[in-house]
């Protein structure tokens, strides 16, 4: 069965410093990968995804993602974070079967202090 | 607005009440998904559709849920004799390749 973790429940960074969360995987076959933010009492928006292709895949606000097979993670990564970066991060794998529902992590808090 | 919406925002019932949430997917997906949050917790599969074919329903889907999809447009998930554990943020999402999810409805069951 698919599943991706977040190991981490909170990461905290000055406003100015490089972030990095963190998302491990674990499926079967080539995985389909996301990542998603969520900011109060709102649905979930797209940041990036990686299907194939380039390690380093790029997305929205600044936000960029390093794929690594050897150690199947997915890390999300901003080189500058902001204080409206703060919100909660969620990674996710797509489900291969035919419905290609999305299976997510349990998140990961964004705390950017000014 | 062409993104996905939903309808109410906030519901609040009490036990043993019926609901039913609504949404409105980007008009040319033909996917749709219903997702389930509690909270501090990432979202949860319920169920999917393939414009007015439901092909998925998780097991978390219980008989007291249901969920249409007429005409492969709007969707409905109905919930049937609320239980305070059915309090929740229920997440609409309509795909072509990556999902696009609505701002959801925030249900409590009193």
């Known amino acids: 069965a698919q599943s991706v973790a977040q190991p981490e429940d909170q990461v905290n960074v000055a406003e100015g410093n490089p972030l990095t969360v963190k998302c491990t995987y674990s499926?079967?076959?080539?995985?389909?990968l996301f990542w998603y933010v969520q900011y109060p009492n709102r649905g979930l928006q797209f940041l990036l995804k990686?299907?194939?292709?380039?390690?380093l895949v790029k997305g929205s606000y600044g936000f960029e993602a390093e794929f690594n097979k050897s150690q199947t993670s997915f890390h999300l990564k901003k080189p500058s974070a902001l204080v409206s970066d703060s919100a909660l991060y969620f990674c996710?794998?797509?489900?291969?079967?035919?419905?290609?529902?999305?299976?997510f992590g349990s998140g990961t808090r964004l705390l950017v202090r000014p | 607005d062409t993104g996905v919406s939903q309808d109410p925002r906030h519901k609040i019932t009490k036990r043993g009440q019926n609901v039913t949430f609504r949404c409105d997917p980007i008009?040319?997906?033909?996917?749709l998904y219903w997702y389930r949050q509690t909270l501090g917790q990432g979202p949860e599969f319920l169920t999917y559709?393939?414009?007015?074919?439901?092909?998925?329903k998780s097991r978390l889907l219980s008989d007291r849920f249901s969920a249409e999809r007429p005409k492969g447009s709007f969707s409905t998930l109905e919930i049937q004799r609320t239980e305070q554990g059915d309090s929740a943020m229920y997440l609409c999402?309509?795909?072509?390749?990556?999902?696009?999810f609505g701002p959801g409805t925030r249900l409590t069951v009193l």
């Open positions: 999402a309509s795909s072509s390749t990556e999902q696009f």
């Open positions: 499926v079967s076959g080539n995985p389909y």
């Open positions: 990686y299907i194939t292709g380039d390690n």
């Open positions: 996710a794998v797509r489900d291969m079967d035919s419905s290609y529902k999305l299976i």
């Open positions: 008009s040319e997906h033909n996917r």
């Open positions: 559709f393939q414009n007015e074919a439901q092909l998925e």
